[in-house]
């Protein structure tokens, strides 16, 4: 207790003497904090204005079910992803973020639970009983020996018994995954190229329903759109001037600083590079793609390394075009040591090219899931181009902890290093 | 004058609490007395594997058994140290996939064994085949679970044959990097893998709480699942009986690294000692015993004493190297 509260002072005392060799510079922890956290409320309500268009387009689906509504649902699920992507940066490090995120975009999921699936995709299993339960068809059934009534599919009968059901993670009830399952459904081309085929008569009325249960599956789709719109409003609150997440991210500047570190690092080299990424290509598996059903895991990867890079220039390009910027922690490491500022936002950089390469290949028609067959040595090199340029730039984000002397915080309060459930999980 | 104050109070402070151990001595000793200790062997019995399995397989399966056991006990001795060479080409990966949560490895043996897939027949080839049939935890189905043994394919012993190869190679492969200029690079700590000893220093540290972290939450945790739903099949290597040798194993080989990396100290051995001691204290060799209260209770104990173990690490160990952990890949979700 003693050696650490020592600890303290030397450190602050580190700080100072720097601040005193470095005079001229203007940048302040406050000021980088209030850009980040500025730039989380306008990512997160720009993720609540896309989710409402969304929540829109879903309407029209299921009051006129047709090919073009269902395909201007989809067009509005894939434009919402490109600011929720951007905001995972905020999910690790961020306790508030971290708790919440589970809600809005669980993955993988075992799609079974939800609604009906193809007959390679098997029945329960030993890891989830309820992997083939299809809420959709079944009113009423037994989970965890509890009789549930699911008679009417509500936005609570989604968060509050079917989420997690079973103490499974896989049993993803709520979120984008569960919105894209239900928009595009299974992807059943393996690693050949194609998404998800749900015909929009899966949501027709009378006779022209397919599949059974349309009216069911409509009141699930609409169900755990409300859900995700109340969800991203919530987080939205969070961030604005006098919301919890602001406060904490305030409450202490090392550790804020700590916080967007963490969530850099974090996101780049276990979750990114690691379980997205490289599993993925290593199992030869299309079902380890992040976006899955609708092939849009390209985009998923490219923003959530737009969203690192954002995190440490401090700005972002809003979906109205508009520019939030401030001081940066790039700055804050550049009156440091200006050769690791170069250094990393060299690094970013690079990635963002890396990811870029993924992205245009996919979308001139060699998909993500095609990248990921054995023996494809084309769909290896990008991959891994990518997974190699985050793992480098979190040895260059690990050097801002030393630049800015940032040892003796620990990296407390931090969900994701403090009880990280295990990458596999 | 509060700076002035401060500037004097951290020169007569920090030298001797932060960063007091000598990393630059420390270095070479984990380099030569752990790591490349440790290849050595994980080479050497794998290549013993790959010898004899064509030799054996078919004829003596208790043979075949035995090597792979020494094989997989010696992986255990560097399952921690994920960076670097073993890191390359996904080699630790591909001899180690486990969690397998989605079931991965049993299907695809299936159906490699079953469309008797030209990989089988092609060391260079099997190469491409996905890392849930490649290494150690596939293998153990091959050798122990039923569904392999109880009525073995024609193709069987020239699956574990490829298998035992590729893993030889990938061993082979991972000590000729060390040897051949990694372990220079960690010691020297002049370039671009590692700056400065601190950066060296770092990866082993992140190494050391890592495998921890992994023991308690992952080797233990999966198998201890909840209090009202316990899951025993989750167990790491349960079919040949090795999970709770797994977590001994492991506990030796991160109590070696930080004994080193603490310069022998006696408080951060204790720690060790204590988890040690419970291990032996339990005779449960797969987990199928964290179905009963003592079983759980047992494995909760093991469990708390390890996160008391890396939590000092933290409070401790990472001070005097003056460093902070890295980055790992359990920091996902």
């Not at chain 2, 603490?262 to 000692?273: L, P, T």
Request: net charge negative; with cysteine; proline share 4%.
């Amino acid at each position: 207790m003693k050696m650490n509260l020592l600890l303290g002072y030397s450190v602050a005392c580190l700080l100072g003497a720097s601040a005193v060799a470095a005079a001229a510079e203007p940048v302040s922890k406050k000021a980088v904090l209030e850009t980040y956290a500025t730039i989380a409320q306008a990512k997160y309500e720009d993720s609540l204005t896309a989710a409402v268009t969304l929540q829109k387009a879903v309407g029209a689906l299921i009051a006129t079910p047709s090919a073009d509504t269902l395909t201007a649902a989809r067009a509005a699920w894939l434009a919402a992803r490109v600011p929720y992507q951007q905001t995972e940066v905020y999910r690790f490090g961020n306790a508030i973020v971290d708790d919440w995120e589970g809600k809005v975009n669980a993955w993988p999921l075992d799609e079974g639970l939800i609604d009906y699936v193809d007959a390679s995709y098997g029945g329960p299993s030993d890891e989830n009983e309820y992997a083939a339960l299809n809420v959709v068809a079944n009113p009423t059934f037994t989970l965890s020996g509890k009789e549930i009534d699911a008679t009417a599919i509500t936005p609570e009968l989604l968060s509050e018994t079917l989420h997690e059901a079973d103490g499974i993670e896989a049993n993803v009830a709520t979120g984008y995954h569960a919105i894209e399952f239900l928009l595009w459904g299974q992807d059943l081309n393996g690693t050949d190229h194609g998404a998800g085929e749900r015909a929009w008569t899966d949501y027709a009325k009378g006779e022209a329903c397919t599949n059974g249960h349309c009216d069911r599956r409509g009141a699930y789709l609409t169900a755990a759109t409300d859900l995700l719109v109340s969800d991203l409003g919530w987080m939205a609150k969070q961030w604005q001037p006098g919301g919890d997440a602001r406060a904490a991210v305030l409450a202490d500047e090392n550790a804020g600083i700590v916080t967007i570190v963490t969530g850099m690092g974090s996101l780049s080299y276990g979750e990114q590079a690691g379980e997205r990424m490289r599993l993925g290509l290593m199992l030869n598996d299309p079902e380890e793609e992040h976006d899955c059903f609708s092939d849009n895991t390209h985009n998923s990867h490219y923003y959530d390394g737009l969203g690192i890079r954002n995190a440490y220039v401090g700005e972002y390009v809003r979906i109205d075009g508009s520019r939030v910027s401030g001081p940066s922690l790039s700055d804050l490491v550049a009156a440091a040591d200006k050769d690791l500022d170069a250094e990393l936002t060299g690094k970013l950089n690079t990635t963002m090219l890396k990811l870029g390469a993924i992205k245009s290949a996919a979308e001139s028609g060699f998909s993500y899931d095609q990248m990921l067959a054995r023996g494809n040595k084309g769909g290896e090199a990008l991959i891994m181009g990518g997974v190699n340029a985050l793992v480098d730039q979190t040895k260059s984000i690990e050097r801002v902890v030393s630049a800015l002397n940032l040892h003796d915080i620990e990296f407390e309060g931090s969900d994701s290093l403090d009880n990280p459930t295990a990458v596999f999980e | 004058m509060w700076k002035y104050c401060l500037v004097l109070f951290c020169l007569l402070s920090s030298p001797v609490l932060a960063g007091e151990a000598d990393i630059a001595a420390i270095i070479p000793k984990v380099v030569h007395q752990h790591i490349l200790p440790g290849y050595e062997r994980l080479a050497a019995t794998t290549a013993t594997l790959a010898d004899v399995v064509p030799a054996s397989c078919g004829r003596d399966p208790e043979a075949v058994k035995g090597a792979y056991n020494k094989a997989f006990d010696a992986w255990m001795m560097v399952s921690h140290l994920r960076f670097g060479p073993s890191e390359q080409k996904n080699r630790a990966f591909a001899l180690a996939f486990w969690p397998d949560t989605r079931g991965f490895t049993p299907k695809t043996l299936a159906s490699l064994l079953r469309d008797d897939d030209p990989v089988i027949h092609d060391a260079e080839k099997f190469r491409t085949v996905s890392i849930a049939a490649r290494g150690f935890y596939p293998m153990e189905f091959l050798l122990y679970d039923d569904a392999f043994t109880g009525n073995p394919a024609a193709n069987r012993c020239a699956l574990l044959t490829v298998m035992a190869k590729d893993m030889a190679e990938n061993a082979a492969a991972i000590l000729k990097d060390w040897q051949g200029g990694y372990a220079e690079l960690m010691i020297k700590a002049d370039n671009d893998t590692y700056r400065e000893p601190e950066e060296a220093v770092r990866q082993l540290y992140t190494a050391l709480t890592t495998g921890l972290q992994f023991t308690a939450q992952t080797r233990l945790g999966r198998p201890m699942g909840s209090y009202s739903k316990p899951r025993p099949s989750r167990a790491e290597a349960w079919r040949s009986g090795r999970s709770l040798r797994h977590v001994l194993l492991s506990l030796e080989a991160n109590r070696q690294l930080a004994s080193l990396l603490s310069e022998e100290d006696a408080d951060v051995d204790r720690g060790f000692d204590r988890a040690i001691r419970i291990v032996e204290g339990i005779d449960d060799p797969s987990f199928a015993g964290v179905a009963t209260v003592q079983g759980r209770v047992r494995l909760e104990a093991l469990q708390g004493a390890i996160t008391l173990t890396n939590d000092l690490l933290a409070e401790y160990l990472a001070p005097r190297l003056g460093i902070t952990a890295g980055f790992n890949a359990l920091d996902g979700d």
